[in-house]
């Protein structure tokens, strides 16, 4: 079955590390998302990719850092900059314009709690 | 891009039809209008997605009037798994297709 895998589900960091969140997508979508959730809030958009080795930051793109060398791959790291990364991690991919109806695909997502 | 405004929550019985309304005021010709479902500790699902009149899919139906300011979610027959977060976005359908998440409407099926 055709989906995205996010690893791992649970995620503990110590204070100063750095951590890198996988995400891979087998639908052959060109776009991918990376989005974090806090408690009780909307999704807010950390970067996006919408194709091969391009990627955008997205609207708290600081204290993160992705690559986007394989379609199918878009990993996080979530560096030692980011002031409060503990969260609920999600990412996403979609269509692009033209093909067939339009909707993100999320993952289940990674917990990732600061210790 | 259009921001969309929406109930925080609602609630509801079993059996009953659902109806949650977004607004979008200032939606753009190439705007689409799409609803997700999102689940604790889950990756937010896609419901159903429509331009303008009315779309219907196995899940739900969604509403649009002639001015596309607003768009409605129907649920028929909720059930206590409906309990969930219910999200109305709009997306430009152009090259950039981003999505702005607000809250959402929390809805709570009730036995």
């Known amino acids: 079955d055709g989906g995205i895998t996010q690893s791992p589900k649970y995620l503990f960091r110590k204070e100063g590390q750095n951590v890198t969140l996988s995400c891979e997508q087998n639908l052959n979508h060109d776009a991918m998302y990376w989005y974090r959730q806090d408690p009780g809030q909307g999704l807010r958009l950390i970067y996006y990719?919408?194709?091969?080795?391009?990627?955008q930051k997205g609207d708290i793109a600081e204290g993160y850092s992705v690559s986007r060398e394989k379609k199918e791959s878009f990993p996080l790291t979530v560096t030692s900059a980011q002031k409060n990364p503990t969260a609920f991690y999600l990412c996403?991919?979609?269509?692009?314009?033209?093909?067939?109806?339009?909707?993100?695909?999320f993952g289940s997502g990674t917990r990732l709690t600061v210790v | 891009l259009a921001k969309t405004t929406q109930p925080i929550s609602m609630d509801s019985y079993e059996g009953q039809e659902v109806n949650i309304t977004c607004s979008h005021n200032n939606i753009a010709t190439n705007d689409y209008i799409t609803w997700y479902q999102q689940f604790p500790s889950q990756g937010p699902r896609f419901i159903i997605q429509?331009?303008?009149?009315?779309v219907t899919n196995e899940v739900a139906s969604l509403f649009i009037p002639a001015d596309r300011k607003s768009s409605t979610l129907s649920l028929p027959r909720v059930s206590l798994s409906d309990t969930a977060v219910y999200y109305c976005?709009?997306?430009?359908?152009?090259?950039?297709?981003?999505?702005?998440w607000g809250l959402g409407t929390s809805l709570a099926v009730n036995p």
């Open positions: 976005l709009v997306y430009n359908a152009g090259n950039n297709r981003k999505l702005i």
């Open positions: 429509g331009y303008k009149t009315k």
């Open positions: 990719s919408q194709i091969v080795n391009d990627f």
């Open positions: 996403a991919s979609s269509t692009t314009p033209g093909q067939g109806n339009y909707g993100y695909t």
